[in-house]
C-alpha cells in the first residue's frame, strides 16, 4: 500500500479522543500492519503523550508536531491542522477520524483516480437530508455563497488527498474558508467550508464509495462490505443502545485501565457485529418528526415520565387490537 494513513489529534487528558484514537489505530493495524501511519498533532498534545497515553506510539510510523496559534482553542487548533495537513506530507493520503473502525485492508484506495475522493455526508445528496436547508443557509450566512445548485455534501472524516498541484490549491482555499468561518462567524465547522472551496475550486472532489466511510447512525446500506466504519463521538440521544463503540464507557474503561480489554477487542474483531439487539430503525419521516420542537418535547417528556409513555402505549396497543379485530371480523 502506498498510501499513507494520516490521523490528527488535539487532546488533554480531560477528554476521550485518544482512547478513540487507540481503537482505531488498534483496528487498522490488524488488518493493514504495514501500512505507513502519521500522526499529525500540536505541541500541548504531544507532550501529554506519557504514561499511558504514549501506547499509541507502537501504532504509529510518525508523530509529527504542527506548530499551530498558542490562543487557539483544541478543536481550533484540530480544524486548523485538518484544513492544511495536505502540505505537511508527501505522496497520496488517506485521512482517518478518530471515530473510526478499521474493518478490512486499505490497500485498495491506491487505484483511486480523483486528486480529492470523499464518502457523501450521511450518505445521500444535500436535498434529502433532514439539516440541508439549514446546510445551505448556513453557508449563505458565512460565506455569501448561493449554494443552491449544489447537490453533493461531502463528510470529512474520511478523506483520499493526492499529492497534485490542485489538491495544494483546494486546501490552501479550504483553509481561508474555514478561517472566515471560524473567526469572522463563529462557527467552527469544516464541512461548510469544504462544501464552498469545492464550489469555488471548480469540483475537485470526487465521490468515493460508502464502503469507504460507513456512517451507520443514517445508513446501514454500506455496512456488508464496509472498509471503514464511522462511530460518531458527537452525542446523540439514545444511540449509545446501538453499539458499544457508541458509548463512552468503553474509552472510559480504556482511560482508566490502560490497556484495551478483551471483550473491546472482540467487538474490534467484528465490528459489522458490533451492535446490541433488540436495535430499530426509525425512517427518514419520523426522523424529521423527533427533530421539530414537538417530536423533541414529547420525546423528553416520555423519557421523564414513565406513566404518560406507558399510557401512550396502552393506547397503540388498543388501536392495533381494534385494527386487528376489524380486519378478521
Request: hydrophobic share 40%.
Amino acid at each position: 500500500m502506498n498510501t499513507t494513513i494520516v490521523y490528527i489529534l488535539t487532546s488533554s487528558d480531560k477528554d476521550l479522543y485518544i482512547e478513540q484514537l487507540w481503537l482505531s489505530l488498534y483496528s487498522l493495524r490488524l488488518h493493514n500492519p504495514e501500512v505507513r501511519v502519521v500522526l499529525l498533532t500540536d505541541d500541548s498534545t504531544e507532550v501529554s503523550l506519557v504514561g499511558d497515553r504514549a501506547k499509541i506510539r507502537q501504532y504509529l510510523s510518525e508523530v509529527k508536531v504542527i506548530d499551530v496559534p498558542k490562543e487557539y482553542t483544541l478543536k481550533e487548533r484540530s480544524r486548523f491542522i485538518k484544513t492544511t495537513y495536505r502540505k505537511y506530507l508527501k505522496g497520496n493520503l488517506l485521512f482517518l477520524d478518530t471515530d473510526t473502525i478499521i474493518a478490512d485492508s486499505l490497500s485498495s484506495i491506491d487505484a483511486v483516480e480523483a486528486d480529492v475522493a470523499c464518502v457523501l455526508d450521511y450518505h445521500a445528496q444535500l436535498d434529502k437530508l433532514i439539516d440541508g436547508p439549514v446546510i445551505r443557509e448556513r453557508v449563505i450566512d458565512i460565506f455569501g455563497v448561493d449554494v443552491g445548485d449544489e447537490s453533493n455534501y461531502f463528510n470529512s472524516g474520511v478523506m483520499f488527498v493526492k499529492d497534485t498541484p490542485r489538491t495544494h490549491q483546494f486546501f490552501e482555499e479550504w483553509h481561508k474558508n474555514w478561517k472566515i468561518a471560524a473567526f469572522e462567524k463563529n462557527q467552527c465547522f469544516d464541512q461548510p467550508a469544504l462544501l464552498v472551496s469545492d464550489k469555488v475550486c471548480g469540483h475537485v472532489i470526487k465521490e468515493l464509495s460508502g464502503v469507504w466511510n460507513c456512517q451507520v447512525l443514517t445508513s446501514i446500506q454500506y455496512l456488508h462490505h464496509a472498509k471503514i466504519i464511522h462511530f460518531f463521538n458527537n452525542t446523540w440521544e439514545g444511540k449509545a443502545e446501538w453499539s458499544p463503540f457508541f458509548d463512552d464507557g468503553i474509552y472510559k474503561q480504556l482511560k482508566r485501565e490502560g490497556e484495551i480489554p478483551a471483550r473491546v477487542k472482540e467487538y474490534i474483531n467484528d465490528p459489522k457485529s458490533a451492535f446490541f439487539s433488540p436495535a430499530y430503525f426509525v425512517c427518514k419521516r419520523k426522523n424529521e418528526f423527533l427533530q421539530t420542537l414537538v417530536g423533541a418535547t414529547l420525546y423528553s417528556e416520555f423519557q421523564k415520565n414513565g406513566i404518560l409513555f406507558r399510557f401512550v402505549k396502552l393506547l397503540c396497543n388498543f388501536r392495533c387490537f381494534f385494527i386487528q379485530l376489524i380486519k378478521h371480523g
